[in-house]
Nanobody, 121 residues
Framework: QVQLVESGGGLVQAGGSLRLSCAAS????????MGWFRQAPGKEREFVAA????????YYADAVKGRFTISRDNAKNTVYLQMNSLKPEDTAVYYC??????????????WGQGTQVTVSS
């Protein structure tokens, strides 16, 4: 079965950096895209970034463009989210997902368990 396991979350001060990882298994990922979403308390889940396994095209939400970078390591079946210049408003549970190359959560059919990112001011 498809499994997505996130890691790398934690507590960081504003202006700091974190790198999230998502180890994927259970499907031929070259046919799909990977996305990162986040959900803050009391808010809806929102799109952060997406990448195609094949070709590596990327797409970012305006809120993170220029600060976050999504990348993948095909040999390790792992997707990364490098987060720089973090702000308190980036605080959320971050989820990776696999599915169609899209910024809509409903286009992704498998999700990880999430990892908490907390940015202190």
């Amino acid at each position: 079965q498809v499994q997505l396991v996130e890691s790398g979350g934690g507590l960081v001060q504003a202006g700091g950096s974190l790198r999230l990882s998502c180890a994927a298994s259970g499907r031929t990922f070259s046919n799909y895209a990977m996305g990162w979403f986040r959900q803050a308390p009391g808010k809806e889940r929102e799109f952060v970034a997406a990448i195609r396994w094949s070709g590596g095209s990327t797409y970012y939400a305006d809120a993170v463009k220029g600060r976050f970078t999504i990348s993948r390591d095909n040999a390790k079946n792992t997707v990364y989210l490098q987060m720089n210049s973090l702000k308190p408003e980036d605080t959320a549970v971050y989820y990776c997902a696999t599915g169609d190359y899209s910024d809509y959560a409903q286009d992704y059919d498998y999700w990880g368990q999430g990892t908490q990112v907390t940015v202190s001011s």
